[in-house]
């Protein structure tokens, strides 16, 4: 009898453990559901519907029909695509380390002991709320040839007339800088946020053994902060591979350096949205997919060998 009543108290306790855990999923699950449904509604259905239609040729009145492998044939016989696969891997190896290391530098400037840190890091910060419109705008005004700021400036030492935006040689460059400035200040404060994560007795340690500032940068703030360093290379990078706002509002449709800047995200929209052909846009848009996942694949097959996590 003693052990029927043990046996059923454990069974009791049991269901009531079980219950009280189905309870908890149940509200775990109510809680991230609206996150769930809007990754499925806003992210996972659109990338099926994208392969899907990569496969498919829009004709008259908005029906697709299916064509195969030709979009993909098609694309990688098409020297535009090719070119715009160069401007994007172009300005994304330039931005990114470039503006990686700027962030880095500004960050470990205003995690030392300077007046008005405050103030600084807002200014910095400024860029990432402002829209992408407005801040191509103010830099095509700029960079005019006309009346633009920079070859006014210029024009005090005897410079003028260089064509920032119509010049194929110097058009990319001008839009990589815009990108570098704009993602400064974002990156900047993610470092920070590393940076102040790293415990002052470190560096007490190193000046007690009588390193120097550069030295303590190498062996204790690099490290301590490369796993921060690590995410935010991996969101630059994937944002720089679907650059589109800036050269959109920035280089003219009629440019003679469209060629030269133009992006694999321009040549979506300019295929979907503009022709009308759906199909070879969406297949253009899955080679840029492919592109970022192998990339990150090799970021995180690389990052065992120069990210140091604590």
Known sequence: MVIERDTRKVTDEVKKTNRKNLRDYGWAYLMIAPTILGLIVLNIWPLIQTCYLSFTKTSGFGKNQWVGLDNYIRMFSDSSVMHAVINTLEYTVISVPVGVIISLFIAVLLNSKIKGKTIYRTIYFLPMVSAPAAIAMVWRWLYSSDYGLFNYLL??????????????????????????????????????????????????????????????????????????????????????????????????????????????????????????????????????LIIILIITVIQLKLQKKWVHYQ
Do not use: C, H
């Not at 040549?267 to 199909?279: A, E, P, R, V």
């Open 155 to 288: 024009s005090l030492v005897g410079i003028s007339g260089v064509k920032w935006l119509t010049d194929p040689n110097i058009a990319l460059i001008s839009v990589i800088v815009v990108g570098i400035w704009s993602t400064i200040g974002y990156n900047m404060v993610i470092l920070l946020a590393g940076l102040q994560e790293i415990p002052k007795s470190f560096y007490e340690a190193a000046d007690i053994d009588g390193a120097g500032p550069i030295r303590q940068f190498f062996a204790i703030t690099f490290p301590l902060v490369s796993p921060t360093m690590f995410f935010v290379v991996v969101t630059t990078m994937i944002s720089s591979l679907q650059v589109f706002d800036y050269i959109f509002m920035m280089i003219d449709k009629t440019n003679i350096a469209m060629e030269k800047t133009q992006s694999l995200v321009y040549l979506f929209y300019k295929y979907s949205f503009i022709t009308n052909d759906k199909g070879y846009g969406s297949a253009i848009v899955m080679l840029l």
